[in-house]
């Protein structure tokens, strides 16, 4: 008799190592993401369960399946799935089990492959409530026979110590594949003591952070992100090299981006503009059309400040290519159904009131602070002086640009008002420009 | 050249700008077993830190004496990977970059197929000039250590204090009889209603006090020559006299023109009809109270965008369609010192978009908390100007109002109106400096090189680059004062080497190259008893007009020689096996 995974369900904790191990021997990654081929629950409040693959004699997944990609392994008794398969997931329908998934992270049909006969679940499962044994097994009923090698307790510490992070277990590999040179575990902190005559400060800003919106629901519901982790997620090294929303990997076709979120609202604290925010959205917007061409792409937005220079070309670029721009605050991000969001805006162009609109990602298009530990950075009593909002003042902003409060000390960038990569180039020239002037008068006059 | 060489080819991916339409798994092992190729790779950046450190480590341990990189235009990289070279102790002119990008993925979206065999091509060529490239030397001349400033505009004026202060020299031409340009024209100027006209006075005095500092009011410069760190210029002064002066760096601060609307735009050229200069100059000389026509003024209508955002295929002829930047800021600014002239006159405000960026958003608080009314139109329907029974009226569709059409009486109906480029043809002709679709000058990269033109030494500062609002221009004009600075104070400036060479051999001194050239770089030469003709490597400039002039082919240009192009040419006809 071939070996089968037999399971008992008393002996069974529901301590997940099995779904851990299963997913890091067919996908070499610990994350929720990486779908299991056996999973492990608990129902009705205490019965716990493995629910796993029967590779069943008459499969109804193999029957279905048009391409016939399902196929049976006569090494292992396990059906497995083979490069043929197109994707239609008729099989995820067709088990009565639901043990054959579709998993969209990594776009493919998972099911159990007995681990080509040397199943990773079964020789993980603490409790021995799975094992890979023939059938039938003659103390399957006998329980109280077979010595448990961990108590429940203990199964639970050692699933545990897992923390599902892929952090970092200092091993040391990275070290010696970064071809920069770039870690090292063994730095401490040392300090550098320089003379300078003059400093150049350009500490940057700070993000509004989005949990502050509390009616837009961010770190609340999943598939309300922020412009910065958007940018993560249509970068051309993005995780998994596809644009997906986090709450179950499912590539988004209808995308809102709500401007404004922490800039021009007073109910936050922050009267002023961040300057970047319409032009990053209608970016990402740009990249988004084309990494999900069917996706549609919604704009809420106060005013389209596109005022650099080619800026209004590129918004208008953008209206071409099909991104709607819909003129009003959003008001606030409710659920609705599959992580799915509501979004109540006022339709100011359509003249129709209050309206609301589902999605399924929203992405927040998040606005820019003062960095106020910039002010306190020299420590001999110097407070660097702030203006009305907390950036860093420049005490003569026409004539004498990144010039602050104290002498020989200059600002360049976004430490002293929000601005764009353009325009903080050319504040961090005029920088150097007055750094090297007051260095040059300084040593005239010695 | 029978020598062996030994190459190393990158084709870089860029992150999908080329692998989406190129197959560069394709193109590098096509290439791979060629002549005297070594290493051919694949790379994602190939312009990122860690893959330049792989190339380096792979030219020393392979010890290459060739590098090709098939990735993005020469414009964006060359000088990165020639970098890369230098690191690695390779010669920089053995290096080849192979545009990928421009030339090749983003050129032939639709076809994959022949887009890789294109890039194939491409990479072969740019393998067949490293092979037969050799190692070349800089010219390094001598900088001047002065720099000429054109426009004595805020921005001019103050870039000239900020070089003076460093110790260089500067020269100030300024085609009016009067400094100041726009700003001195103007009163109360946002953010701080600090006055234009004390802005330049005091800018003035400054120049004044220092004598490093020569102003050239009514005049122009009429004639440019030489090379980075070292040009000759002429520049024309009062009654037709000129002077020539030896300069390292140009700076371009030549303003802009305010856009002057067509007669009928708006009601344009109806009594009571003002741009927002016009209006600016009646607020600015107002007196207790506000008056047009002996009449108070009660109630006033502001138009936006009036010149700018034009659409693209509307009845306007070659439409400006960038934004102009600071007109928002300038009306709603204007509005406030209005309303602090009298705060009983009524001010309506018609906008597209209100681009109050950055802290200027609270000046459009302001206008709002003094009796402006801000009225939204949509792109597609433009206010309209009547008169009716000797009134003006502004007729708009209210988009915040679900687009129901309101009717204001004005009295003064004021075109917000946006900046357009100065026009300056013969300088722009002298400068041989680029302009961009907008009209403005160009600089060669928005981020990474903003003051910088592709003219070597030549930078562009304040509006001559785009709009601007009086502290983003100074703030600019620094910019270029740094850049100048850096370039002249360091004394030196390293030339490419690609200038003719003279075989001495087949040259029999007929003397047409001499008469070819305009830099007049050739000259005649005794050697060895036989006159042959010499190149003057200060003068020339590597353009090669004497070249198809000479009788027997004597003449070459250095890193591109015939024999290279006539390589790259073969590589390019061959068919892809």
Partial sequence: ?446 | MSDKRRIGVYVCHCGGNISDYVDVEQVRDAVKDDQDVIISKNVMFACSDATQQEIIEDIEREKLDGLVVASCSPTLHLQTFKAVAQRANLNPYQYTQVNLREQCSWTHRNNMESATEKGIKLVRAGIARTRLTEPLTNIRIETKPRTLVIGAGVAGLRAALALADLGLAVFVVEKESEVGGWTKKWGKMFPNNRLGNDTIEYLLEQVKQRENITLFTDAELIEKGGNVGDFSIKIRVKEGETVSLDVGAIIVATGFDSYEPFDGEYGYGLNGVVTLPQFKEMVDKSNGSLNFNDHQVKNIAYIYCVGSRQPEDGEIENPNLYCSRYCCSAAVHTASCVADIDPNINQYHLYRDMRTYGKYEVMFENAGKKKSLFIRFDDESSPEVEVSNGALIVKVNDALDGGEEIEIGADLIVLVTGMVPRENESLTNVLKIPIGLDGFYNEIHPKLRPVETVVDGVFISGTSQGPKTLAESVTSSLSAVSKSAALLMKGYVDLEPFIAEVDTDKCVWCGECEKSCPYGAIEKVVCDTKEVATIIPALCKGGGVCIPDCPEDAIEIKGYTDQQIRSMIDALAKEVA
């Fill in chain 1, 1 to 446: 008799m071939a070996k089968q995974l037999i399971f008992t369900p008393n002996r069974c904790v529901d301590c997940k190592n099995c779904e851990m191990a299963c997913s890091f021997v067919h996908t070499r990654d610990f994350t929720k993401l990486a779908m299991p081929r056996v999973q492990a629950f608990t129902f009705k409040e205490d019965i716990k369960a493995v629910s796993v693959c029967q590779q069943c004699e008459d499969a109804p997944c193999q029957k279905v399946c048009p391409t016939g990609a399902l196929v049976r392994n006569p090494a292992t008794g396990a059906i497995e799935r083979t490069d043929s398969c197109i994707l239609c997931k008729s099989c995820t329908l067709a088990c009565p089990y639901g043990n054959i998934h579709f998993d969209p992270v990594y776009d493919e049909i998972v099911k159990c492959d007995f681990c080509g006969g040397d199943p990773a679940c079964a020789k993980v499962c603490p409790t021995r409530a799975l094992v890979w044994a023939e059938e039938p097994a003659p103390d399957i009923k006998q329980d109280a026979e077979i010595e448990r090698v961990f108590t429940e307790e203990e199964a639970r510490y050692s699933a545990n110590r897992c923390l599902d992070c892929a952090d970092c277990s200092e091993c040391g590999e990275c070290v010696k594949a970064c071809p920069a040179d770039a870690i090292h575990f063994d730095m401490q902190p040392e300090e550098i003591k320089i003379e300078a005559n003059s400093v150049i400060v350009s500490t940057g800003f700070k993000l509004f952070d989005a949990h502050l919106k509390t009616n837009y629901g961010y770190g609340k519901y999943p598939n309300v992100v922020t412009a910065m982790q958007m940018d993560r997620l249509v970068s051309p090294t993005k995780p998994y090299n596809r644009t997906m929303r986090p709450s179950d990997g499912k590539a988004p076709d209808n995308i809102a981006f709500v401007l404004c979120t922490g800039s021009r609202d007073c109910t936050i604290g922050n009267p002023l503009c961040s300057r970047v925010c319409c032009m990053y959205s209608i970016k990402q917007a740009q990249l988004l059309m084309g990494s999900l061409p069917l996706a549609d792409i919604t704009i809420y937005y106060i005013d389209i400040r596109a005022f650099g220079k080619g800026y209004e070309e590129f918004y208008q670029q953008a209206k071409e290519m099909g991104v709607y721009f819909v003129k009003g605050r959003v008001a606030k991000i409710e659920p609705v159904e599959d992580g799915n969001l509501s979004v109540f805006y006022e339709d100011i162009d359509g003249g129709s009131g209050q309206q609301q609109m589902e999605h399924d990602l929203v992405v927040l298009s998040i606005g820019l602070l003062p960095n106020m530990d910039a002010l306190n950075l020299f420590k001999n009593g110097d407070r660097l002086e702030a203006d009305a909002y907390s950036y860093v003042k420049e005490i003569n902003e026409d004539i004498e640009p990144t010039r602050t409060s104290i002498d020989g000390v200059f600002v360049a960038g976004t430490t002293s008002a929000a601005r764009d990569i353009p325009d903080s180039i050319l504040h961090a020239g005029a920088a150097a420009a007055q750094a090297a002037g007051y260095i040059h008068q300084l040593k005239a006059s010695r």
